[in-house]
């Protein structure tokens, strides 16, 4: 006896799963057999007009559900980009930054090797933003970031801290070495001064520069370059 208002479905059991199996294969881009009938376990005259339409139904759905899942996928991408760029410039924010740094004192614990961080920070931010306006400030900001990121080498990490703080990790390379790097940085900082419309507004930076001590911690590493930072800016106005 037929029930009242239940419709047959013209896909049931091992075919149904069959079915399901292929749709999943073709969703994941994998290769369906040129005798599709024959891999669905369907003869010719299984092929019924209800059948034929209730497999493109599903198959229809199972696409439009990869489309779906490749778009989420596009948005967590573009999610983890913008949770670690910085506002501002195109550099890699300070709890990027310090996941790197993180990382650079695993590597140097595990492997060996010298690694070494440079933390700079751009002198009279406030004098520019009182005198030439934020939008000039912003601009110093963002030619700090593109004359280190322009002036490293591809393993080399650069991040903004925050405010006027710059940090870069230098991979493979010892106190001397980064403290040679860091005055050629400084000096590629301030070789032209920031034009805003009618304004130019010049540059000056301070740094502090630490070989990283692989028995410690990448907070403690930027804990010493920042208060070698501050000396140096300190003997700087003393000496000035």
Not at 3 to 14: C, I, N, Q
Not at 65 to 75: I, S, T
Not at 125 to 149: I, P
Not at 208 to 214: A, H, K, Q, T
Request: with cysteine; charged share 25%; net charge negative.
């Amino acid at each position: 006896m037929k029930l009242l208002g239940v419709r047959a479905d013209p896909l049931s059991g091992v075919r149904r799963r069959a079915a399901l199996q292929a749709a999943s294969e073709r969703a994941t881009g994998g290769t369906r057999p040129a005798d599709s009938a024959a891999f669905l376990g369907l003869s010719e005259t299984d092929l019924t007009a209800p059948v034929q339409a209730a497999l493109t139904t599903l198959f229809s759905e199972i696409d439009e559900l990869r489309q779906e899942v490749g778009r989420l996928k596009a948005r967590l991408n573009e999610a983890e980009v913008l949770a670690d760029e910085d506002a501002l410039t195109p550099l890699l924010n300070r709890r990027a930054f310090m996941r790197e740094l993180k990382r650079t004192v695993t590597f140097a614990q595990r492997y060996g090797g010298p690694a070494s961080l440079i933390y700079f920070d751009l002198d009279g931010l406030k004098a520019v933003n009182d005198r030439f306006g934020h939008a000039t400030g912003d601009a110093a900001l963002k030619a700090v970031a593109e004359r280190l990121s322009a002036n490293v080498r591809e393993s080399d990490i650069v991040g903004r801290l925050g405010g006027d703080e710059f940090g870069v990790i230098l991979a493979q390379a010892d106190l001397p070495a980064a403290e040679a790097k860091a005055a050629s940085l400084a000096a590629a900082v301030e070789a032209e001064p920031v034009q805003c419309g009618e304004w130019l507004a010049p540059l000056r930076v301070s740094y502090g520069v630490r070989e990283i001590d692989p028995a410690g911690s990448a907070e403690q590493s930027l804990a010493e370059a920042d208060a070698a930072m501050y000396a140096r800016k300190r003997a700087a106005r003393e000496t000035g």
